[in-house]
């Protein structure tokens, strides 16, 4: 018959085993220093079964204590990793306090004769807490990046969260290690079988999650100005052929030019130029919904796309734009420098005209609006269009 020792030493061989696959992949893939950190739950995990197999004779935080302490480290480090999985400021010092108030207060409990289920119940709440700050540092992200390993971590966080929670809350009805009550192998199959579970399936899923933000990341140098950070021609000319087909919806396009660029760009120096372009790309932005998209179209130039907004409406937005960027100052260590913009403006509001036509009609307009004297917006209407 199978043992209680041998079932935790199987279990701390398959952490260290779980661990050196995630060094494997950390040395072979990535490389990069924040992500060591998930090494430190493996090994406090294994550190935990080694005070199991062989319990030393120290009090409190050694023999049981030693177990539980390791295992709450396990759980602390797990929530430092999932931070520095982001690059968040590191929250090591704040798992070692919480740790160590949990020692001080096992050791006063144990001390003044204190109910053992106080400790119990303790040690429950902060392993469950673990559980869930690392879930929540998974779950902050899920508006910027949508990849599909995120929910299946966080599930399974936020379950391991409740399955501690409730172990603990019923320990007094349960057998050891899950409760209060004597050792049982069914217990001791049952608490390792979903640590090795947590390990395993949280180990896959980083490093799942890790190829997905990193491809995502590739994706979005891709369609991305790296400058401004706007949306690139490239990734225009993709919505653009989207529209081609889809005539349901009425859009807008204003098509914006700074004023005189080579001028600034002669008098000051080219990095003085690509602050106004990064100037002129937050102003645009601001005065834009979220729904509507902004691209960088080239040069000193930028295109929004104003997807259900007539003519009327996109004269607005577009007046709205210029006269922001008119009393806005780039500030650069030379000084301040005040640019202005020319804007062009059309719009498809029953599908008659092809997209491409809107935009010829809109850098139409925006060369007229050059023409008369700049700083000014055009509308390409049908009795201000050349024959």
């Known amino acids: 018959m199978i043992d209680i020792p041998t079932v935790v030493l199987w279990n701390g061989v398959a952490l260290a085993l779980i661990g050196a696959l995630f060094l494997l992949y950390w040395a072979w893939q990535t490389r990069a220093a924040d992500q060591l950190w998930w090494c430190l739950p493996f090994l406090f995990g294994v550190l935990a079964a080694i005070t199991v197999v062989t319990p030393p004779s120290l009090p409190v935080l050694t023999g049981k204590g030693g177990t539980v302490l390791c295992m709450m480290l396990a759980y602390g480090t797990l929530w430092q990793a999932s931070r520095a999985f982001y690059r968040r400021r590191s929250v090591l010092w704040q798992v070692l306090a919480v740790v160590a108030a949990w020692v001080v207060a096992s050791i006063t409990l144990q001390y003044a004769g204190g109910p053992a289920y106080a400790d119990i119940l303790l040690r429950g709440v902060i392993i ?24 299946a971590i966080v599930a399974i966080l936020g379950a391991n969260a409740l399955f501690q929670a409730f172990s603990h809350l019923f320990a007094p009805l349960l057998p050891a290690p899950l409760g209060l009550g004597d050792t049982t192998i069914w217990a001791v199959v049952t608490y390792n079988l979903v640590v090795l ?5 949280v180990t ?14 590739y994706l979005q140098l891709a369609i991305h100005d790296p400058l401004t950070g706007l949306l690139n021609r490239l990734t225009f000319d993709e919505h653009m052929a989207e529209k081609e087909g889809d005539e349901r919806l009425p859009f807008a396009l204003i098509v914006i030019d700074i004023d005189y ?25 601001r005065g834009v919904r979220q729904s509507d998209k902004v691209y960088r179209f080239g040069g000193e130039e930028f295109v929004c796309m104003l997807p259900g907004v007539g003519l009327e409406t996109a004269q607005r937005v577009a007046e709205r734009i210029r006269k922001s960027f008119d009393e806005t100052l780039t500030l650069v260590p030379e000084g301040e420098v005040h640019a202005t913009i020319s804007v062009g403006v059309a719009a498809c509001t029953n599908g008659e ?4 036509t809107v935009l010829n009609d809109a850098d139409a307009a925006l060369y007229m609006a050059k023409r008369r004297g700049r700083n000014r917006v055009e509308v390409a209407t049908a009795s201000f269009m050349p024959a």
């Open 261 to 285: 660029f080579k001028r600034i760009n002669d008098d000051y120096g080219h990095h003085v130029g690509d602050a106004v372009i990064v100037q002129a790309a937050r102003t645009i932005e």
């Open 197 to 201: 579970f947590i390990a395993l399936s």
């Open 128 to 151: 469950a807490l673990f559980n869930i700050l690392a879930a929540r540092e998974f779950w902050r992200n899920r508006a910027k990046e949508e990849l599909p390993s995120r929910k």
């Open 204 to 217: 896959m899923l980083v490093i799942s999650l890790s190829r997905e933000k990193e491809a995502e990341e």
């Open 353 to 356: 005209r092809s997209p491409s």
